[in-house]
């Protein structure tokens, strides 16, 4: 029997033996594992063996969260990472090569874009698109094109990518085709549908969901095939090929750069992961009817969010995340109304740069997270000074619309 989302990530700990019949693994803080047979240690350096040599490569902790992932994802294999940044980070390190391309979504996570800008100055070319239409990507596409990476819905204007044609044009072409999952999680898309070969993951956001563990992963979908990929180096070549990929990722992202999830965050995220269905579930339903409220306010200019029918991809986010939009967007404000004193008179809702969280939490973007970017660049990406991302939490419905109404009418 197939059980369902849900189901399956509450029992996966449980298909194998745990000590003393806990019902979730548990924490394993060890940093050095020792063998009876340094043969049997051998074999497990070497890729001969399953086990753990050290625990800057991984422990069994984050590994149970690792296949908890791939079963959210349907991948074949998960790597961990100490946070998403880092997860990029690697896989990048990993997979690239100087003098190798990539085509990027232009609307990037602000972070993601200065990791890539500097990328851009190590070796690596990366050309910025705007992924709303698969013509763009196809048009920027090189013969040294290595990767495509893209995210679901953009932070913080809420574009969505197309997704499914991106798919298919990268699977034409042969190339590694990476999707930020982050800000709709497994459980309002699985990337691998639209030909993903790689899926990255945010723990920290919703998978975790309580604004309380750093964490991030790579997911392999198995639909890539890494026997024609050149920058995979013979070392690595000792596995299935259909592990080629995530081993390298593993070797020279995770080992090599460090950025180890320790055992108490992964913990934290594998418990709070159990619960994703029904988070987003609460929140995706919050984001929508204040979207809607708030696009019917005269003291708000603008809403952006996906699930609004003048949102020029609401067809294609119904069609893509099954008629669930999220639980992220962006207000802009009348003019005149100061987008601080705005969130200084919210009484429930939090000012915090974070998502994903329980709570709802907003912040304005020009001045905090985008400042770095500069005005010229923000006016490019279509980042006014007044706007003000909202990340929904699971509050009761009529309490927030309440405090946002009444933040509203002392404006």
């Known amino acids: 029997m197939s059980n369902g989302f849900t ?3 509450l029992h996966s700990d449980l298909e194998a033996p745990i000590e003393h019949y806990s019902v979730h693994k548990p924490m394993h803080t060890a940093v050095a594992y020792g063998y009876p047979d340094s043969r049997d240690l051998v074999k497990v350096f070497k890729g001969e063996a399953a086990g753990y040599a050290y625990g800057r490569q991984g422990n069994p902790t984050t590994a149970a969260l690792e296949s908890k992932v791939s079963k959210m994802e349907d991948g074949i294999a998960t790597a961990c990472f100490s946070t998403g940044m880092a997860a990029i980070a690697s896989m990048c390190v990993a997979l690239l090569r100087a003098g190798d391309h990539v085509v990027s979504s232009s609307f ?4 993601t874009n ?6 851009n100055t190590q070796g690596f070319d990366i050309s910025f698109v705007d992924p709303t239409d698969v013509d763009n990507v196809a048009r920027a596409i090189k013969p040294n094109t290595r990767m495509v990476f893209v995210e679901t819905i953009a932070n913080p204007r809420t574009q969505v990518a197309d997704l499914t044609r991106i798919g298919a044009l990268c699977a034409k072409h042969k190339l590694i085709y990476v999707v930020d999952n982050t800000m709709t999680s497994p459980y309002l898309y699985r990337p691998k549908r639209d030909q993903a070969s790689l899926v990255i993951n945010s723990l920290t956001k919703y998978i975790g969901g309580h604004g309380n563990a750093l964490g991030g992963a790579v997911t392999d979908t198995g639909l890539y095939d890494w026997t024609k990929y050149s920058n995979i180096y013979d070392n690595y070549k000792n596995a299935k090929p259909a592990m080629w990929g995530i081993q390298q990722i593993r070797k020279k992202g995770l080992r090599d750069v460090g950025a180890t999830l320790a055992a108490e965050p992964a913990h ?10 029904l988070r987003m ?6 984001a929508l009817a204040l979207a809607r409220f708030l696009a019917a306010h005269p003291k708000v200019t603008k809403v952006y969010y996906p699930g609004l029918e003048d949102h020029p991809q609401h067809k294609l986010a119904g069609e893509l995340f099954n008629q669930r939009y999220g639980a992220l967007m962006s207000i802009e404000l009348a003019d005149g109304i100061d987008c601080c004193d705005f969130l200084n008179r919210l009484e429930l809702v939090i000012s915090s740069s974070h998502l994903g969280d329980n ?8 001045q905090t997270i985008y400042w770095e970017m500069g005005a010229a660049r923000r006016a490019e990406m279509g980042i006014a000074e007044s706007l003000i991302r909202l990340s929904i939490g699971i509050e009761d419905q009529d309490d927030l619309l309440g405090d946002f109404r009444q933040a509203l009418e002392k404006s």
């Open 281 to 286: 579930e609460k929140s995706s339903g919050n």
């Open 108 to 111: 990037l996570f602000g972070n």
């Open 359 to 366: 709570r709802t939490l907003a912040i304005p973007i020009a």
């Open 114 to 119: 200065s990791l890539f800008g500097t990328f």
């Open 268 to 277: 934290r995220i594998a418990t709070g992961a159990e619960t994703l269905a």
């Open 7 to 9: 189901t399956t990530i």
